[in-house]
């Protein structure tokens, strides 16, 4: 039973950051590309970032690029999100995924890659 479970969310101000954390359990972890996404409020699923198993191999959304660093501890089994300079509209409900099977780096943003999703921890950006 695939497990993820997303932590380190919570309230910050523009400017700010946080580190959100994302515990995986039942799966070779280190095998797998691993991604976060989030939904705003009243939006879609949005795909943040996606790292391969080697970690020197990482995409990022236009929209966080330079702002937020993805990174993975494959011997804690633990992925995670460093996001600095947060704004307002960083506010959103943030999930880590699993990579279905080989996820091409041009495939990072499809959604469909990701065959399993943790229950999200939320990120709320105060002006």
């Given at each position: ?36 996404a989030?939904r ?50 960083d ?37």
């Open positions: 039973q695939v497990q993820l479970v997303e932590s380190g969310g919570g309230l910050a101000q523009p400017g700010g950051s946080l580190r959100l954390s994302c515990a995986a359990s039942g799966f070779t972890f280190s095998t797998y590309t691993m991604s976060w989030r705003a409020p009243g939006k879609g699923l949005e795909w943040v970032s996606s790292i391969y198993t080697d970690d020197t191999v990482t995409g990022y959304a236009d929209s966080v690029k330079g702002r937020f660093t993805i990174s993975r501890d494959n011997a804690k089994e633990t992925l995670y999100l460093q996001m600095n300079n947060l704004k307002p509209e506010t959103a409900r943030y999930y880590c995924a699993k990579g279905r099977g080989d996820i091409t780096i041009t495939n990072m943003p499809y959604l469909s890659e990701y065959d399993h999703w943790g229950q999200g921890t939320q990120v709320t950006v105060t002006s």
